[in-house]
């Protein structure tokens, strides 16, 4: 029993070892990092696919307008900062710690 559940983490460790990560600053000063199972990037959109997570803060400002977004996949759109998640999607605010 022990060794099928070493089996599992080590799996799930390896597993979150594949997902691709991606970070941008806007131009009002937000930092989105984004990370995913796959990641495809074009100019004006960047589509994400598998557990994504979108990550947003402002440098400086409340922790009220830092949120955390996971879906099934997403798209971002690069010049309006718009997000349009897709499957199960959850949305919460980060505390400041």
Do not use: F
Request: net charge neutral.
């Amino acid at each position: 029993m022990k060794l099928m559940v070493l089996l599992a983490a080590a799996c799930l460790a390896m597993a979150q070892d594949d997902w691709k990560n991606l970070s941008i600053t806007t131009e009002n000063g937000a930092v989105v990092s984004m990370r995913a199972e796959e990641i495809l990037r074009e100019p004006n959109l960047i589509h994400l696919k598998g557990k994504v997570e979108i990550r947003t803060w402002w440098v400086g400002q409340p922790y009220s307008r830092n949120v955390t977004l996971r879906a099934d996949a997403a798209l971002y759109h690069v010049e309006t900062g718009e997000i349009e998640p897709l499957g199960s999607v959850t949305v919460r605010p980060v505390r400041e710690r």
